[in-house]
DNA sequence: TAGATTGTTAATCGATTAACAATC
DNA sequence: TAGATTGTTAATCGATTAACAATC
């Protein structure tokens, strides 16, 4: 499968269907139309057939969707049917958030370990997960197979931890420092601007004042 | 100025201007053309133009962008200008690193109260706001002119919580919770939605290691 | 004035929707 | 077989980029 031309729109979109099925699968319904899955989800049908075929002819005409097999096909595609370990740098309050979250765990993501610099820190455990001086990065990296790592670190010192995390073989990072990280070609960053997404609500908050009056 | 046909494309866009703006800034940069600032931002200088002019002429030719003005002016497009009482459902971690979160009061985001149902939560304070009970709610928000809201709870109860929120006049939700809300036309709503965040990462992780081979 | 750079129109590119033949 | 619904092509719509006249 050729992953190269697939637009950025359907990705943004396929983890929202999972979602969907996942919620069908618990109500144990068996088979869907893309006619019905548009209603629940406010789309159209034609998007939703546009952008699974991008992937592969999961339906069958006449029937619909088998939603086990699209929840287990789409579960692939996001590459959640493998075990992926993962460090979190910063052990705030939102890493504590992240490490405390099972529902990672439950889709394969895997949090081996915590990283601050911050003594008081340093020896606690959220879930059983350790929290270890910045000093052991690299060493815990290299020695545990990790090839994700989120960023919960002020935006001062993200741009340099993001560097010692490519220089030790990290691929993927899930950035949530309020700044743009620049990083190889093979490495992938999803970040998660918190900041930006206030003000992207506050900004539709005056335009719904503006189109009241 | 009619907002009702400025694109989503170009609001997602606004908040990292600002960012950028405002980095600019604290360099005492005075002024800035669209070419400088799409070899920095990593975009055409033709979309930033093109941008920018949805809401104005702020440029002047021959000459560029003045930072601080256009800093400025982006913040009250953003509402940014004004400020937002907010409140937040839940008290857990996810709760508490915003309420930590020093930089949102900073744009005017002044978080007034956490609310839980967890006993052991109530009464504390994290830098000096307050955790209620649930039962307060309501009152709350009428009584401190609060019109917005993030919710930072389980998905079971994000639904009804949120609709408890939209009778009392909440216009805004920043939902954190792993679920779509639905509210009516005039409120507005952003999903953070970390699971899906973490899932198109790990799809680019493997797309990555993909083209590789 | 000459040079620089915007504001804006036109051209291109990409994404969404509509339509329908294929097929279960 | 008849009915339903996909997979897929074509049409539409929207967003991005290129180009350049306006103008500081």
Redesign the interface.
């Known amino acids: 499968m050729d992953?190269?031309n697939?637009s950025k729109a359907v990705?943004?979109r396929?983890?929202?269907y999972?979602?969907y099925l996942g919620e069908l699968l618990e109500e144990q319904t068996l088979r869907i139309s893309s006619q019905e899955l548009s209603e629940r989800m406010h789309v159209t049908s034609s998007q939703i057939r546009q952008d699974l075929n991008q992937f592969g002819g999961f339906g069958q005409q006449g029937y619909g969707y088998n939603v086990e097999v699209l929840y287990h096909e789409i579960g692939k595609?996001?590459?959640?049917d493998r075990k992926?370990n993962m460090i979190v740098v910063g052990a705030?309050?939102?890493a504590?958030?992240?490490a405390?979250?099972t529902?990672?765990e439950r889709?394969g993501?895997v949090i081996r370990a915590l990283f601050d610099r911050d003594p008081k820190l340093i020896g606690r455990t959220f879930r059983d997960i350790p929290v270890y001086p910045m000093e052991q990065l690299e060493t815990f990296i290299r020695e545990n197979d990790i090839?994700?790592a989120a960023i919960c670190i002020p935006k001062g010192s993200a741009i340099p931890v993001a560097e010692r995390l490519v220089s030790c073989g990290i691929?993927?990072?899930?950035n949530f420092a309020?700044t743009d990280l620049n990083v190889p070609e093979?490495?992938?960053v999803?970040n998660?601007?918190?900041?930006?997404?206030?003000?992207?609500?506050?900004?539709?908050?005056?335009?719904?004042?503006?189109?009241?009056e």
Chains 1, 2 share one sequence.
């Open positions: 992953r190269k697939i990705i943004q396929l983890p929202r999972y979602r595609i996001l590459g959640i992926h705030g309050n939102l504590q958030a992240i405390n979250y529902n990672f889709r993501f090839h994700m691929k993927a990072i899930w309020h093979d490495v992938v999803e998660v601007h918190l900041s930006e997404s206030l003000m992207r609500l506050s900004y539709r908050l005056a335009g719904s004042d503006a189109k009241e």
